[in-house]
């Protein structure tokens, strides 16, 4: 589905990722590579299949859409520890991948050097046209940012139940991205967290299938969660 | 029993409800207790262990032990053990046992995990186990055996003692409970029930689940009784059953509510006025199946399906504790089908027949929870703990392969990718002897200790002047996603406006609406039992049985017997027509709800396939429908019924479906890869965790023979799906389906209609439906 972000056109895609047709650029946000064995080493052993199946979706994506630049939107790797962690296989589809792309790794809460150790250049945040891509949004206004960090998540209810998808959520002049990363769990849109983000009702682009475009006044909060309530 | 326990042989009890059986269970322990010469100073073991599947109940006992041993004046020290109890008395309890203690089957699995529990427990001669019936057949039965095999292995000398009040084949209990000897103690059985089936004045329904044309005739029956039980099987039924009995109570008769979802303070208040005799009923479900016995109760009333024999004698059971007068029972059938259900189920109890319940093997989950326990308390030697786990029966057969590969999903996680090995959570030590590799795993188990895996519930609370404020009850997250803002519904007994939901609250205030809504919902979906069925077919097939029926219900089999065709024992009726633009077929298996959703689902993609365009089906207890575009009169209905639907097909969509989430989910809590939510401790903000979906779309792809993929599939195909019993069916009908293109609906069709006009109801007016229900009923019987 195209949008627009501060003027630049936007191709959300139904795998949660971001093309920029104009600058021949895919974004990916918040993969949390080695998350699996970052439970594991303290000892509760989930499976070790994340990043490889991370990278399968990820590759899906590079085929589709054939982008000249790829940016890891931050928060790649789940943890410092992650680079050491990775499997052999994986860490040579990585740089494989920084053979055949320009990779761009955004530092991130988690991975403050992003994953350049595997090739590639790393960056605080990227210019592209009107845009800038950075990890973590910042407080207030600001046009034409695309960030991460939040994985939102967003909630609708109908009559035969409810769904619960990770989703893109923007207001035209910023747009935040789902997490990417197989385990990674999501916030809901209502949670404080996302106040004072957006200067209008925001628009929720659900992933899937397909994109499902939702207006904010048809998302519902969590109900089983508690939920930081804004004042 | 006496003469068994001081022998120090194993048994198992069974007698009616009021014989004594509890007393009886400890008394070989009292007498020992009491012959004792007790040295100073000696605290190291427990003589006798009380488990119970009830936290209440294990308290009731030690009340009512306590009486006599005081008053005999016995030096035997007696003390209760359950999740309530304070950290100060569990500490002392472990420095001093006392002589008897009272626990639960979670508590003894905390016990394995101890340090020191062999020492504890070596001294140990008695574990007496209630309510055996209602445990033995689940994954918290798994758990208790597997820890009852740990106290064999402890104290050679100890002897078990299984109780219950009905027991449906007593020597698969008795072989449950030990592999020695080979006695069952029966009790004197009481007077025999006094049962019927309520006849009500107004005509048979031809579907639904409410009774409500009977509700006069069960509020004039609770009249004649000293104080009455009045079971349900959902707990929306409980709340409509309460609030149609309030309608009708000119006498202001006390009449209380009893179910899961009311808050534990409630249920308390509505127990102690039971045994204070200050009610004259109490509408229940099978939360009043166990428990503590109530002297005052003389009349049970069973409304709706009585589902199951053994279920029903247990029920009954509930009524007249005193043995030489019998129990009073009254069964309401709710519809046409479920009135050849009751009948059946009266002579199934009159001749004591009793369901019988499929063999189950051990699940590999619980055991993957009991090793790790096994490895916090002590270093185990791998073949010692084999042997060990098999004298638990439901592991008897627990292959060496599959032990293995339990131990390395302890250890590793399993998983074909070998990358954990530094992340072991048990590891070999340099003895060739297993144990736990850090302190901060052990803690870890002893979070995540159980077998009981709950729903995700939500707080219902009144709202407050400022927030929230008295709690309501609890009720399940689904509930309240059929509901908005502004809605009346009937809810613990009263009538409540839905606010909203705030955190994990779903707020609610008093209001006084007229025609508030009954949600649906706490139907845990328990099929009528095999055994049940069975004697349905044969009643439906034998036709001088159908005077015993009332008249309207004898018209009805008369008219589908001219119509169609009756199901016989051992063939498959179907009968195809055409309805307005709709195309149905009807299938009559009589094999309970459960396979019948599962045969649906099955045969609906096998239409999707052959082009008939499939658009819906509902299922009940006795048989299915779907319906489509096209006509189905012309399929090859034994190609469609061939056993192999059970291979690929079963298999494909059983790994997308939301069942085999829901299972993983339970058996990964089970198994210690994911973690229990602790009420009170959950995680703000979902970025931070992940989802046992996510774990189990990725494993899924990435490891599909994995233990608890394993795991998972077995649970559906045995709790959700039914498997086993609708492959029975398969080949029980082979080449004996019978099928009837009929022009018109039939009068066995009707109730299945009913239910799909109801589902598709949204925004017709209660008068329309039933105009329509009435059209349908003429069609049918012209």
């Known amino acids: 589905m195209q949008i627009s972000v501060a003027g630049e056109p936007c191709v959300l895609r139904a795998a949660g990722t971001l093309w920029l047709p104009q600058h021949q650029t895919l974004v990916v946000s918040d993969l949390h590579f080695e998350k699996g064995s970052a439970y594991a080493a303290r000892g509760q052993l989930l499976p070790p299949y994340d990043t490889r199946e991370t990278l399968n979706r990820l590759m899906a994506e590079l085929v589709a859409v054939q982008p000249r630049c790829l940016v890891f939107l931050g928060d790649s790797l789940h943890d410092m520890g992650a680079i050491s962690r990775i499997p052999v296989a994986e860490r040579e589809t990585i740089m494989g991948l920084a053979r055949d792309f320009d990779l761009v790794w955004i530092s991130g809460n988690h991975d403050p050097d992003g994953g350049a150790a595997f090739g590639g250049r790393s960056a605080d945040e990227v210019r592209l046209g009107q845009l800038v891509l950075r990890h973590e949004p910042l407080t207030g206004e600001a046009i034409g940012e695309v960030c991460g960090h939040l994985h939102p998540c967003a909630v609708v209810r109908g009559p035969a139940g409810s769904v619960r998808r990770r989703c893109f959520i923007g207001d035209g002049s910023r747009l935040i991205m789902p997490s990417f990363g197989a385990y990674t769990g999501g916030l809901n849109v209502h949670d404080r967290a996302y106040g004072g983000l957006f200067q209008q009702a925001p628009t929720a682009y659900l992933t899937g299938e397909r994109v499902v475009r939702v207006p904010y006044h048809r998302l519902s909060p969590d109900r089983s969660r508690p939920i930081r309530r804004s004042a | ?782």
């Not at chain 2, 303070?265 to 127990?271: D, G, L, W």
């Not at chain 2, 307005?580 to 396979?595: C, Q, S, T, W």
């Open chain 2, 1 to 782: 029993m006496v003469e068994k326990g001081l022998a120090g042989e194993d048994a198992l009890l069974v007698a009616p409800t009021g014989g004594g059986k509890t007393l009886a269970g400890f008394l070989p322990s009292l007498i020992e207790l009491s012959q004792r010469r007790k040295v100073a100073g000696d605290l190291t073991s427990v003589h006798t262990l009380y488990i119970s599947p009830l936290k209440a109940l294990a308290v009731d006992v030690e009340r009512n032990l306590l009486t006599p041993v005081r008053e005999m004046g016995l030096n035997i020290t007696i003390e209760s053990r359950t999740g309530d109890t304070n950290q100060a008395k569990r500490a002392r309890q472990r420095l001093a046992p006392p002589d008897i203690l009272l626990t639960t089957p979670e508590q003894l699995a905390l016990f394995c995990a101890w340090e020191g529990s062999r020492e504890y427990f070596k001294d140990l001669r008695c574990v007496v186990i209630d309510e055996i019936h209602a445990i033995h057949g689940s994954k918290r039965g798994d758990l208790l055996s597997l820890g009852l095999a740990r106290l064999r292995a402890f104290a050679p000398k100890m002897r078990s003692v299984g109780l219950s009040a009905t027991v449906n084949d007593p020597a698969a209990i008795r072989g449950w409970l030990s592999d020695k000897g080979d006695d069952i103690v029966f009790g004197q059985s009481g007077a025999p029930p006094e049962l019927d089936v309520l006849l009500s004045e107004n005509r048979v329904p031809w579907a639904g689940h409410t009774a409500q044309h009977a509700m006069q005739e069960v509020y004039d029956t609770i009249k004649t009784a000293q104080t009455a039980l009045v079971f349900v099987n959902t707990r929306w039924q409980a709340e409509y059953a309460f609030q149609e009995l309030w309608r009708l109570n000119d006498d202001n008769l006390p009449i209380a509510l009893h179910h899961g979802s009311l808050s534990a303070e409630q249920r308390r208040k509505v127990e102690a006025m039971m045994t204070q005799g200050r009610l004259k009923a109490v509408v229940c479900t099978s939360t009043l199946d166990l428990g503590i016995d109530w002297g005052s109760v003389d009349l049970v009333i069973q409304l709706a399906a009585p589902k199951g024999s053994s279920r029903l004698v247990q029920r009954i059971g509930r009524a007249n504790h005193r043995l030489d007068e019998p129990s009073r029972a009254v069964l309401v059938p709710a519809s046409r089908f479920e009135m050849l259900e009751c009948q059946a189920a009266v002579e199934a109890v009159m001749e004591a027949a009793h369901d019988g319940e499929p063999i189950r093997n051990g699940a590999k989950d619980v055991l993957a929870q009991h090793v790790m326990g096994v490895a916090c308390s002590e270093p185990f030697d791998l073949e010692e703990l084999y042997d060990e786990v098999r004298t638990a029966a439901p592991y008897r057969d627990l292959t060496w392969e599959d032990w293995e590969q339990v131990v390395d999903f302890v250890s590793t996680g399993g998983y074909a990718l070998k990358s954990y090995d530094k992340y072991r959570r048990i590891v070999r030590g340099r003895d060739g002897l297993w144990k736990a590799r850090t302190k901060e795993i052990i803690a870890r188990h002893r979070m995540n200790v159980g077998a009981i895996v709950a729903a995700q519930t939500l707080t219902v609370r009144m709202k407050g002047r400022r927030g929230t404020g008295r709690k309501v009850g609890e009720a399940e997250e689904t509930l309240f996603e059929q509901m908005t803002i502004g809605d009346s519904f009937v809810f613990a007994g009263e009538v409540w406006r839905f606010e909203g939901v705030e955190g994990n609250n779903a707020i609610v205030s008093p209001t006084s609406d007229d025609d508030p809504m009954v949600p649906s919902w706490g139907g845990s979906r328990i099929p009528i039992s095999s055994h049940l069925a069975h004697r349905v077919r044969r009643l439906m097939a034998d036709r001088d049985t159908w005077r015993r029926l009332p008249v309207d219900v004898q018209e009805w089999l008369n008219a589908q017997d001219e119509h169609s065709g009756i199901p016989q024992m051992d063939d498959l009726l179907i009968e195809t027509f055409q309805r307005g633009k709709r195309h149905f077929m009807i299938v009559y298996p009589f094999e309970g709800v459960l396979a019948h959703t599962t045969l649906a689902m099955l045969l609906t993609r096998r239409l999707d396939r052959a082009g008939v365009g499939p658009i819906g089906f509902v299922a009940n207890d006795f048989s299915l429908c779907i319906w489509s575009m096209r006509s189905m009169a012309d399929l090859d209905f034994d190609a469609l019924f061939e056993q192999d639907m059970l291979g690929d097909d079963l298999e494909s969509w059983l790994d997308e479906s939301f069942m085999m989430k829901k299972s993983f989910k339970e058996c990964a809590q089970i198994a210690g890869l994911i973690e229990r939510r602790m009420p009170g401790h959950e995680k703000t903000g979902r970025q931070v965790t992940f989802s046992a979906d996510l774990i189990y779309d990725t494993l899924r792809r990435h490891d599909p023979d994995h233990l608890l993929l394993r795991c998972a599939r077995e649970d559906a195909a045995r709790g959700l799906l039914d498997v086993a019993r609708l492959g029975e069916l398969l080949s029980r009908i082979q080449g004996r389906i019978r099928v009837y293109n009929l022009p018109k609906v039939s009068p066995f069709a009707v109730p299945m209609l009913m239910e799909i006009g109801k589902e598709r109801a949204p925004g017709t007016s209660a008068a329309d439906m039933m105009l329509e229900d009435a059209a349908l009923i003429d069609e049918a019987m012209s």
